[in-house]
């Protein structure tokens, strides 16, 4: 059985998808002006033959053109993939029509040379429309689909790690408690690894020493399922989170959708349970926010529930949910235990909080003994970390990263 693309290296990965889009887009090109142009030119059996012979080297050189060019990020914005496009288009059309030529018996002169630039805008420019169209279409197409899958298939963790300034991070609801930045960074590191031990593979979005909260990477993205929503956090001061990780989503082959202004959003109040996303409508996310993120569930098939959020920062500093979907949650912090369909008090604020590792197991902050033990009595393993650092910052095991999975 061939590997999915899933399991390929990404070297690997990126070679089969140019070859595939490759192939995909001069195949069709090549069948699509053979027949513009035959039906042009007088749809006869040996027009068509000879057409298919003009256009053939020109066919093949395109298609080598773009597998080659393709192994470079050349899908990832629109305007690279058009310009890459009409150059392969260009050269495989020019170099193509000098092939058939001399092959034919034509020996290159000074007129040939002089024939192949007009053809340019002659009969090789149908050509060249139909390849570029093809590569915009058809081949962008086919490279989103493929990143999007091999995305979808594998477990990601989007990290980000400490900014030397953590200790300056925002406070709401707690008192300022002196941060210790270096054993910060060593349960940061151990945060990592367990998701590492747990089969997740890493992916760094580029530390910004300047951003105290940027450690906070949920805040920055929402998942639904291969689209990650690029929020617009509630807090000015960390809007500028958003670029880095909207570009490592970008390059992790996740689709792309933006909270934008006057809309505010913060990862930390999105909660997915099934196919509906609950969303704190507390102190950094608006109703403008929960609109627009509504539209874009829709879109994807989730509804949205919104829940005022009152007593804490975010609406899964109150609550989250264990994989059968049961909400859990301290009842000091959450404001109506009745909108959720199932909820089950826990012992420790803390306790209120898990990242669903898989089907069977959650990570845990080591701060909630307790509500770990009842989690363990209801079937599931609880992987344990401590994050006290963390936690004198108002944030908590979900926020430190994005799953994408
Ligand atoms: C803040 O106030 O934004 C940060 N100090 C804490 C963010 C925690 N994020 C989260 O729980 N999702």
Not at 380 to 404: A, P
Request: hydrophobic share 50%; proline share 4%.
């Amino acid at each position: 059985m061939g590997a999915s693309v899933a399991d390929m290296t990404p070297t690997l990965r990126r070679l089969t998808t140019s070859t595939l889009a490759a192939l995909a887009v001069a195949v069709t090109t090549h069948l699509l002006t053979v027949v513009l142009f035959s039906a042009i030119n007088g749809a006869t059996l040996e027009v068509l033959a000879q057409v298919n012979g003009i256009f053939g080297f020109t066919s093949i050189l395109l298609f080598v053109f773009l597998a080659i060019a393709g192994v470079a990020p050349i899908y990832r914005h629109g305007a690279v993939t058009l310009a890459v496009a009409i150059l392969a288009a260009l050269l495989a059309s020019w170099f193509g029509a000098l092939l058939a030529l001399v092959v034919a018996g034509n020996p290159i002169t000074q007129e040939l040379i002089d024939y192949l630039w007009l053809s340019v805008f002659g009969f090789n420019l149908l050509y060249q429309v139909v390849a570029v169209l093809a590569v915009m279409t058809l081949g962008r197409r086919l490279v989103r689909t493929r990143d999007a899958a091999a995305t979808a298939a594998r477990r990601l963790a989007l990290v980000r790690m400490p900014s030397p300034r953590l200790a300056e991070g925002l406070l709401t609801h707690q008192d300022r408690v002196e941060v210790d930045v270096d054993l910060a960074d060593a349960q940061w590191e151990g945060y990592v690894e367990a998701l590492r031990a747990e089969g997740f593979t890493l992916v760094d979005v580029p530390h910004a020493d300047e951003l105290p909260d940027s450690v906070f990477i949920e805040d920055a993205l929402v998942i639904i399922g291969g689209t990650a929503v690029v929020t617009r956090p509630g807090a000015p001061e960390r809007q500028h989170e958003t670029a880095a990780a909207e570009q490592t989503a970008r390059e992790v082959g996740l689709r792309l959708e933006r909270i934008v202004e006057p809309g505010t959003l913060d990862g930390g109040d999105v909660l997915p349970v099934g196919d509906t996303l609950y969303v704190g409508r507390g102190g950094r996310t608006n109703a403008e926010g929960i609109r627009q993120l509504r539209v874009i569930a829709a879109r994807h098939g989730r509804s949205v529930v919104a829940v005022p959020t009152t007593k804490v920062l975010h609406l899964k500093s109150a609550v989250t949910a264990l994989p059968d979907g049961t909400v859990i949650g301290h009842p000091d912090l959450v404001d109506d235990v009745s909108m959720f369909r199932s909820f089950l008090p826990v012992p420790e604020p803390e306790g209120g909080h898990v990242v669903i590792l898989d089907d069977h197991t959650v990570l845990m902050a080591a701060s909630a003994p307790q509500s770990a033990e009842l989690i363990r009595s209801l079937g599931y393993r609880v992987v344990s970390v401590d994050i006290t650092e963390f936690e004198k910052l108002e944030g908590c095991v979900t926020c430190l990263s994005v799953l994408v999975r």
